[in-house]
């Protein structure tokens, strides 16, 4: 209950908001604090179940067993986090409080709501920036242009940063994986984000995320769901931030 609490007050508040390179910006609607101020997207059509969402019901505020498996490498903030959103697939940004593009949004809201002391994140790079400064996590970057962007926009604890190639690096569960998608590429550094909750089988990631639609079917933020997608690990995947 206590987390909950937190993470209620969190969404409540409206917080810091950093541009970032390579994402898209908008505007914050000045009545609803928890709006994003970038557009994400997602491409893949697969997902683990169709939205089942309520629109009576705002699940941010309902309490959720945490899970007591243990997983290699998989903090228990991970862990917490994969559970709040298995418990809600389906649910939309109108039922969690979102009103603007959530995907990082919710990623950060949830790390607060734990204890950690950052800035809600509203894009995959400031979700890396916030974290690897104050030390809660590495980056594993796949892209040099990923790493001047994260160098461009406020990161200083340069020293968390890994560089090496995506076929060097195993996605395990709990890592959060960041992509830029081919149609944004020419645009971008960032497109999307989520957190993978099964670990990788030698070609294809399983990952939590919010903020998703089947092909751009659903444009407004409002509407978009929580579910699973599984993606190819191929070379949309950018980087891995790895909680410690």
Request: aromatic fraction near 10%; charge should be negative.
């Amino acid at each position: 209950m206590k987390d909950v609490l937190k993470f209620a007050a969190v969404c409540a508040a409206a917080m810091l908001i950093l541009p970032i390179s390579g994402c898209r910006k908008t505007e914050l609607p000045t009545e609803i604090s928890v709006a994003s101020i970038v557009q994400h997207s997602s491409t893949s059509t697969e997902i683990s179940e169709p939205p089942t969402a309520s629109t009576t019901e705002n699940s941010v505020t309902e309490p959720i067993e945490e899970s007591t498996t243990s997983f290699e490498k998989c903090s228990e903030a991970s862990e917490y986090i994969i559970n709040f959103m298995q418990k809600r697939t389906g649910r939309t940004g109108k039922d969690l409080g979102y009103v603007g593009e959530w995907c990082a949004c919710i990623l950060s809201d949830l790390l607060i709501s734990k204890g950690y002391n950052i800035v809600r994140a509203e894009t995959p790079c400031d979700l890396a920036v916030t974290l690897l400064n104050n030390d809660y996590a590495d980056f594993f970057c796949f892209r040099q242009k990923n790493y001047d962007s994260l160098v461009e926009w406020g990161l200083q604890n340069t020293e968390r940063v890994k560089m090496m190639s995506r076929e060097d690096y195993v996605p395990t569960r709990g890592d959060m994986i960041c992509y830029l998608f081919h149609s944004e590429a020419n645009r971008y550094n960032w497109s999307h984000i989520g957190i993978i909750s099964e670990n990788y089988n030698g070609e294809y990631v399983s990952s939590l995320e919010g903020n998703i639609d089947v092909n751009f079917a659903i444009k407004d933020p409002l509407l978009r769901y929580i579910s699973t997608i599984r993606r190819p690990y191929n070379d949309t995947v950018v980087g891995i931030i790895r909680l410690k």
